[in-house]
């Protein structure tokens, strides 16, 4: 093959053995006058451009292959050679018989005269397209990225293998009550409730060993002012070109409100609608639960059951509305009597079972006296006529099950009932009160 345009001895500085080489070359070699006229290009034009070399010789790049936009950048390099640089390297886009742009990596040299003087330029520029749409993509995907993470309706942080905290976004900031300058100053696990931390290290430890790349857990951050967020976490582990950790990818979803509902709901579901005390299917939860801790240790603590007597008068007499006014008053009443640990059921119509916790005999007899009389006072206060319970106690015993401890205290309660009502009688004793 050989160039096309002008002999290559009409161009300064260009032997005939070089202009044989250029053009072989699969790289597009082109020669300008100092102004930056095309004088000289090889055939590689045709693969690269699709467009003959003579269709190039004698224009400006600008007119022929250079984007408008990019031949600002090209002038800037020319005039740098002008000034005695004798080299410079740029990248610019090309445009092609296709219509489809071309991205080309340039180096541009000044060609001199055995004097020395400049006498025109040289460019030797290799096809870089798929490595610019590469970029690109990178750059775009980058953009998405950092679009998504900044504005993202849900808290994201970025964390390094050490904890501490690279990135994070307004919605994280917003959740945890601290500004990114205070987060950027904080380690991760400061971040984490310490109820939560052990579990929540020994997680990413696992991340960090390569046992998983991604989990999804709930747990509590704490923010300044003591308050706690419960918060739904996907973690994801980035690893750079070495399988190497790089850092942590952390999605962090506020589902405070979601937790307390669920908590309302659960709780409604062991309550009593109309008197708000622990219904039947808590007391079964709570008593279970007692009885297992009684068992590695001393007993401490006993079941009273109590029951109104002659309630069904009550409803006859002056109606369920003002019935439902003593149980609703009977209640309220207790509860300020009872304390943190103890547990007060509602099982039936007029039947109730109080749970107390942490008591000895005497301290447990002395509560459920005191919940006889405060009954007796909350019904004459609704109605205006004297009333009574009857109460049987059962003091809890080491490895007894749920329902001997019941039957206990309902032989007991029997009794009061038998022995005249509006008493107490302790199971293990057979005692009156």
């Known amino acids: 093959m050989t160039t096309s345009f002008v002999p290559p001895r009409a161009v300064i500085g260009l032997p005939d053995e070089l202009a044989a080489v250029l053009s072989g070359m699969a790289d597009l070699v082109t020669v300008h006058d100092l102004d930056g006229r095309i004088r000289l290009v090889s055939e590689s034009s045709r693969a690269i451009l699709g467009t003959a070399p003579a269709d190039l010789v004698g224009r400006m790049p600008e007119e022929s292959f250079v984007y408008a936009e990019d031949a600002l950048e090209l002038d800037a390099a020319i005039d740098r050679l002008r000034k005695g640089d004798e080299t410079v390297e740029l990248t610019f886009r090309a445009r092609t018989e296709s219509g489809q742009p071309q991205w080309l990596e340039s180096r541009i040299g000044t060609m001199r005269d055995s004097t020395g003087a400049a006498g025109g330029l040289v460019a030797i520029s290799r096809v870089v397209t798929e490595r610019e749409q590469t970029h690109e993509a990178l750059r775009q995907s980058e953009a998405s990225f950092s679009s998504a993470f900044d504005y993202s309706p849900i808290g994201m942080v970025i964390t390094a293998p050490d904890f501490s905290l690279l990135r994070v976004n307004d919605a994280f900031c917003e959740l945890t009550r601290r ?81 307390r509902l669920e908590t309302y709901l659960e709780d409604l579901a062991l309550r009593d609608p109309l008197t708000g005390a622990h219904n039947r299917r808590a007391l079964e939860v709570e008593l279970s639960s007692r009885l297992a801790a009684e068992s590695t240790g001393a007993p ?133 009160s």
């Open 179 to 259: 500004s990114r300058a205070e987060l950027h100053r904080v380690s991760w696990r400061e971040l984490i409730h310490p109820d939560d931390l052990e579990s929540s290290l020994e997680l990413i430890d696992r991340i960090l060993g390569g046992q998983m790349r991604t989990t999804m857990i709930e747990r509590r951050y704490l923010r300044p002012d003591g308050s706690v967020v419960n918060a739904v976490m996907s973690i994801t582990l980035v690893r750079d070109e070495k399988d190497r950790p790089l850092h942590l990818v952390t999605q962090v979803l506020d589902v405070t409100d979601r937790h």
């Open 300 to 432: 401490g603590g006993a079941l009273v059951l109590l029951d109104i007597d002659h309630f069904k008068n009550v409803n006859d007499t002056f109606g369920h509305g003002t019935g439902d006014d003593v149980l609703r008053h009977l209640v309220a009443e207790w509860r300020h009597r009872l304390r943190r640990n103890d547990v007060l059921v509602r099982t039936g119509g007029d039947e109730f079972v109080v749970l107390l916790g942490d008591a000895d005999p005497e301290s447990a007899e002395s509560v459920a006296r005191d919940l006889l009389s405060l009954a007796d006072a909350a019904i004459l206060t609704v109605t205006g006529v004297a009333s009574s319970v009857s109460a049987g106690m059962a003091l809890f015993r080491q490895g007894e099950e749920p329902a001997d401890l019941l039957r206990r205290a309902d032989e007991a309660l029997y009794l009061a009932k038998r022995a005249g009502r509006g008493r107490l009688v302790i199971e293990s004793t057979g005692a009156l």
